[in-house]
């Protein structure tokens, strides 16, 4: 997809709770500085902390896309947004949506838009046609978060692990592949909307070739061990060829997520699974550190974990959303700085 | 999609070599009883061996479709075939293609289908949105062909494997998971058209619960070492939660069709990749046999070759197209006849 154009201003509809509009919170903690403000309709209950503005204030003030940053009940975009989104695109602003609903859905929304100049962007749409994959290995480093679940940190471990490399002078790019991430970096693909045979290709364009020194830290998706989405998953690991693989866990998650026939398996198995296929396309990739979520633990329990991980798997173990993710960044240039450049061209291994 | 009206009359076009119209041949050899006839334009030289006839005349006959079974140079549906598909119309023939190209592509076509309560068919598109993998186990049995690359037999050792299991008396569906096999079996999947988040649930609906000792017989595609389509290849394989696998071989190809750095895989190691991966869904999923093009083989050859592969694997190895399947049909039933009955509604394994 085109590039959104930053900065956002992010609506809030009538939403009611946090959880309703945990895109707008996901924005809001990962891209601060891209959020001018937040707007919301009569009923809104939720704050995000930042400056409240209208569509025409914001965009005085430099924003340049509306971002719908809650799930409307239903699904549908209810009548009761349309005035704003029509008193967007009138400011000046492209709108941007991760919901399932196309944004033209909306009478005489598309037409506005393409009156105005204007972008309406449906990032769960792809409008680009990938092609198959290569197989090829190309220049630059790749990371991908793996997890042992969906919905189990592998959004949040990539960007807290490209924040470290940006701290220790790293040149490295967030490579977004869900909606949320899409708003967050700004552009991305949908992975899970791309055609099955496409999959790795849209893998590969996403992390392209790079400068040698280079990281591109990418959103995982899915789980391998997990009946539906698995095939999504090795697309992704295939195309990527991640030269390191980070895995992200929830010790409190006993069975898959609304699958409880599915225990979550155990670390060790997940692992070789992981580097086993993510081998065929990088023959030396290999794990460089675990993500945990220990929002349910004390201080000692967590320490504990995190002991008990390194110990049995020597490997950095951390919690991004407690402790940031600045020992797996600099595990990573440990193991990557000794070694030769990257493969470029067509070579292989 | 919807069922295909049969029986068929075979378009040849104005092709010049089997290669071209190898959905013809395909439909000659799998589907014989339902092809009624061959129709070809001036400059045609190929030749099915099966009565030669016009729309019209096929209609009268009984025909129900027009199949394509060529494949135009440059994908695109020529000027030159147009008059056919309209004439088909109007003598009341369904249309059906495989080709990339929409039939609706032709002007006026599409109004031509519609005002005669005509279907056109193309059987890459799929109509029907599928939902998310259950993974819950369904009662019937199924058996699944997979391989060691892709374009290997997969289709037609499971259409071999059906006919086999139709002379032993035991009720067996051949699904259809790909262009050409979704036009012999006139249904299917196209499953490298479907979305990826949907192609272990697409493989779910393709073989629905059945009775306990009904085998659904389902077309592999790709393979699990493919850098570019193991992703479909393991959707497909979770999805489908197959009792029994087979392998198809070639032992004359030492890479991956169109991807030189990538060697096919040790036999070995495929079949444990892919009983691993199968067990997920499936935990006593096991291989039943191996298929292998023996074309370039004379028979002393092939005869140590399938010793070879029983000795050392203790499964039945035949080449489909020069022997049948009977083997292989034979160990299926010899293995699970033993067995109890399947799993039924959400049990599990």
Known sequence: MADIAKPYLAFLGDGTSPAQCKTAFGLRDWCRSDVVGQYGLAGCAVDLGIPWMSPGDAAAGGARSLVIGVAPVGGAIPESWWPVLFASLEAGLDIVSGMHTRLASVPGLADAASDGGRTLHDVRRNERVFGVATGRRRSGRRLLTVGTDCAIGKKYAALAITDALHSLGVHAEFRATGQTGILIAGRGVAL??????????????????????????????????????????????????????????????????????????????????????????????????????????????????????????????????????????????????????????????
Chains 1, 2 share one sequence.
């Open 192 to 349: 899970d909307a791309v055609v099955s045979d496409f999959v790795a290709g849209a893998a590969e364009w996403l992390s392209p070739a790079n400068d040698s020194d280079h990281w591109d830290v990418v959103e995982g998706q899915g789980a391998l061990c997990h009946p539906a989405y698995a095939g999504v998953t090795l697309g992704l690991i295939h195309g990527t060829q991640p030269d390191a693989l980070v895995l992200c866990h929830d010790p409190g998650r006993k069975h898959l997520a609304s699958f409880p026939e599915y225990p979550i398996p155990d670390l060790k198995t997940a692992m070789d699974q992981y580097v086993a296929a993510a081998r065929l396309t990088n023959p030396q990739s290999r794990f460089v550190g675990m993500t945990v979520n220990t929002s349910e633990l004390d201080e000692p329990a967590r320490t504990r974990l995190f002991s008990e991980l390194t110990a049995r798997f020597g490997l950095p173990a951390c919690d991004p959303i407690r402790d940031g993710a600045g020992l797996i960044a600099r595990r990573l240039l440990e193991e990557f700085s000794t070694e030769g450049p990257t493969a470029g061209g067509a070579q292989r291994g």
